[in-house]
């Protein structure tokens, strides 16, 4: 699969506007003042990859998701250039009524097979989850 994007730069600062074949915009700034930096947005994908695969096989587990949030914390190597993500945590809250051991087994298989993103971070970060379930309260 061929995959074509492309960023215009807004004239100002490090401020650029990326577009997918579709059209649909993500800002991008090294200044993070308009949007994020090219790292962060890395960790936007790896949170997004997981995400999408976790609700998908949670559903096809019959779990039932009302809400889901990933937050992710990420360590830098320090010193001379390229400084690249060496640490990356996954914090999956997840909201409804769910079994842990279910939602455990999906964020494996997501970070472990079917999240391309984390294939390829996995090369160069440790990368590491938790899981807190929270109850729906209706």
């Not at 990420?74 to 842990?100: C, F, M, Q």
């Not at 087994?105 to 990368?127: E, N, R």
Request: glycine share 8%.
């Amino acid at each position: 699969m061929k995959a074509q994007v492309h960023i215009e730069w807004s004239g100002e600062g490090s401020h650029f506007t990326g577009y997918n074949p579709n059209g649909i915009q993500v800002a991008i700034d090294g200044d993070q003042l308009q949007g994020s930096s090219p790292m962060m947005l890395l960790l936007h994908a790896e949170a997004g990859c997981t995400g999408i695969d976790v609700l998908s096989i949670l559903k096809k587990m019959q779990q039932q998701v009302n809400a889901l949030r990933i937050e992710v914390e990420a360590v830098k190597t320090e010193g001379d250039y390229p400084r690249i993500w060496e640490s990356i945590h996954l914090r999956y809250l997840i909201t409804g009524k769910v079994d842990a051991e279910r939602a455990q087994h999906a964020i494996d298989l997501s970070l472990g097979k079917y999240c391309s993103v984390s294939a390829m971070l996995h090369h160069t970060a440790k990368v590491t989850n938790e899981l807190v379930i929270l109850e729906s309260h209706h």
